[in-house]
């Protein structure tokens, strides 16, 4: 029998794939400690589309089945899950909570009061409130403090990055976790969960673009001061290069991902301009070659129009100055040159993000940009999770419980 040792899972819904990351969540393991990564799973997802669920039973299927594949991996059964929601279906803003403190030392009671207000904010018809995050304090105008406690003031302020969720999304997303037979703990935020797993400390606090291409989306999130500054989603990703890849070339959309995929490069310079690639036609019959330059041609088009577009965003929010550099994530990145291509848009240091920061365990075969929200969301679940309270004998009930809701 499985052992039922504490663990949890993180679950990337996104519209090309579902990915599974299981995790293990120690009791009296230190926040400073790697956490160690047990188990992976990965199919193509069906019954998504963009950020919206389009077939419950068709994502539920998809969801069960990276989740069976982490599990067998990882030796052990999970109960808590944390799923991604989509950028695109998020909205980020900045709120401020304000106290009295009228000369005496701030307490833990302060603190807690001035988040409270901080978090007393409108939320935006159709949404949900998400996230709460306070970011920094500022103590009698001094800005940048980050543990207040102890000090004397007359007056404390909390800067809050306040994220709400449209609603039915989360409630689809929630539907499909629970119908595959698992507790979802929490949604976050995607691109949220990938700096998470691919930024480090400095970068935000110097300051930093994370730019995450995925299948239907990029997601842009800008740090600095350990702050999130500016949160963006763009309607271009992965998927729109495939579609320009299968119109100019004349094939089908998923022989366009099958000759991306192996042979191509996010620039022509990176490729023989002699090199030749077999394609099969259309009706998947006829195989012709076409050149492979042209194929990276039509990719380097569409990437330097989504990474330009990046580029607008970011200065219209007034921050291209306020950082250091470019973090690439998401499985769009993977091409040969796109770091490259990205330093020329932005003039900026560029580097591609995998997951390998504060993880230990089964490392190598999860160092891609595709895996960064699946294990950033592990991480985000072993920080929020107790680790006493994920063993158990739920996990039957719960199935149960998916299985009966999907008949009343």
């Known amino acids: 029998m499985i052992p039922r040792l504490g663990c949890v899972a993180g679950v990337e819904l996104g519209s090309t794939k579902i990915c599974a990351v299981v995790a293990a969540a120690r009791s009296g393991r230190p926040d400073t400690d790697p956490v160690e990564i047990l188990g992976l799973g990965v199919t193509r997802s069906s019954g998504m589309s963009g950020s919206a669920v389009t077939n419950l039973e068709a994502a539920t299927r998809s969801v069960r089945k990276a989740m069976a594949q982490a599990e067998a991996m990882a030796g052990r059964e999970v109960e808590t899950v944390f799923a991604s929601i989509p950028g695109a279906s998020v909205k980020a803003s900045q709120s401020k909570g304000v106290v009295p403190v009228?000369?005496?030392?701030?307490?833990?009671?302060?603190?807690?009061?001035?988040?409270?207000v901080?978090?007393?904010?409108?939320?935006?018809?159709?949404?949900?409130?998400?996230?709460?995050?306070?970011?920094?304090?500022?103590?009698?105008?001094?800005?940048g403090v980050q543990d207040p406690v102890g000090m004397t003031a007359t007056r404390l302020e909390s800067d809050m990055c306040i994220v709400t969720a449209d609603r039915a999304t989360c409630g689809d997303l929630s539907k499909v976790v629970d119908g595959a037979g698992y507790?979802?703990?929490?949604?976050?935020?995607?691109?949220?969960?990938?700096?998470?797993?691919?930024?480090?400390?400095?970068?935000?606090e110097s300051g930093v673009i994370l730019v995450e291409v995925g299948g239907a989306h990029t997601d842009v999130l800008v740090f600095g001061r350990y702050r999130i500054l500016h949160a963006a989603s763009l309607p271009w990703g992965g998927a729109s290069v495939t579609r320009d890849i299968?119109?100019?070339?004349?094939?089908?959309?998923?022989?366009?991902?099958?000759?991306?995929?192996?042979?191509?490069?996010?620039?022509?310079?990176?490729?023989?301009p002699a090199a030749m690639v077999e394609v099969l036609g259309p009706s998947r019959e006829g195989v012709r070659r076409v050149s492979r330059e042209l194929l990276a041609h039509i990719i380097e088009q569409r990437l330097d129009e989504i990474l330009g577009l990046v580029h607008?965003?970011?200065?219209?929010?007034?921050?291209?100055d306020r950082a250091g550099g470019v973090v690439l994530t998401g499985g769009g990145v993977s091409l040969v040159g796109t770091d490259e291509l990205a330093k020329s848009v932005f003039d900026l240091p560029v580097r591609v993000g995998v997951p390998e920061l504060r993880i230990t365990g089964m490392?190598?075969?999860?160092?891609?940009?595709?895996?960064?929200?699946?294990?950033?969301?592990?991480?985000?679940?072993?920080?929020r999770t107790p680790a006493g309270m994920l063993a158990g004998t739920g996990r039957a009930i719960a199935r149960v419980g998916g299985w009966l809701r999907a008949f009343f």
């Not at 969960?193 to 970068?203: K, Y």
């Not at 607008?312 to 291209?320: H, I, K, S």
Request: with cysteine; charged share 25%; proline share 5%.
């Open 102 to 116: 009228c000369g005496a030392e701030i307490t833990a009671a302060h603190v807690r009061r001035v988040q409270e």
């Open 118 to 143: 901080g978090r007393t904010v409108p939320i935006p018809p159709g949404h949900e409130l998400l996230h709460t995050m306070c970011q920094e304090y500022v103590v009698d105008g001094r800005e």
């Open 183 to 204: 507790l979802p703990e929490e949604l976050v935020m995607a691109p949220l969960a990938s700096s998470l797993a691919v930024l480090d400390n400095s970068e935000r």
């Open 246 to 272: 299968a119109r100019g070339l004349g094939v089908h959309e998923e022989e366009a991902g099958r000759i991306k995929q192996e042979y191509g490069a996010a620039r022509r310079a990176d490729v023989e």
């Open 312 to 320: 607008t965003e970011v200065g219209r929010a007034g921050l291209l």
């Open 363 to 383: 490392t190598e075969g999860i160092a891609l940009p595709s895996y960064a929200t699946a294990v950033g969301l592990a991480l985000y679940g072993v920080a």
